[in-house]
């Protein structure tokens, strides 16, 4: 999948998974695979902050203010 993505800022900004994808996606709360997911993890590994879909201003915002 790394090879098929061609532009460089979005291979920056995906993770491929080879593998159980639940093991990452169950204990972050991602239960929608269909679209994107931000996920916003502190320094001890606990999500500080989540957000999916699409880019929308609000989103931004809550992320910009958990940041």
Do not use: C, H
């Not at 929608?32 to 201003?57: H, M, N, Q, Y």
């Amino acid at each position: 999948m790394a090879s098929a993505i061609r532009l460089p800022e979005s291979l920056r900004r995906t993770l491929t998974i080879y593998g159980d994808v639940n093991r990452l996606t169950q204990p972050l709360g991602i239960d929608d695979r269909s679209t994107i997911a931000v996920v916003l993890v502190d320094a001890e590994g606990k999500v500080a902050w989540s957000g999916k879909g699409g880019f929308d201003p609000i989103l931004t915002a809550e992320l910009a203010q958990a940041l």
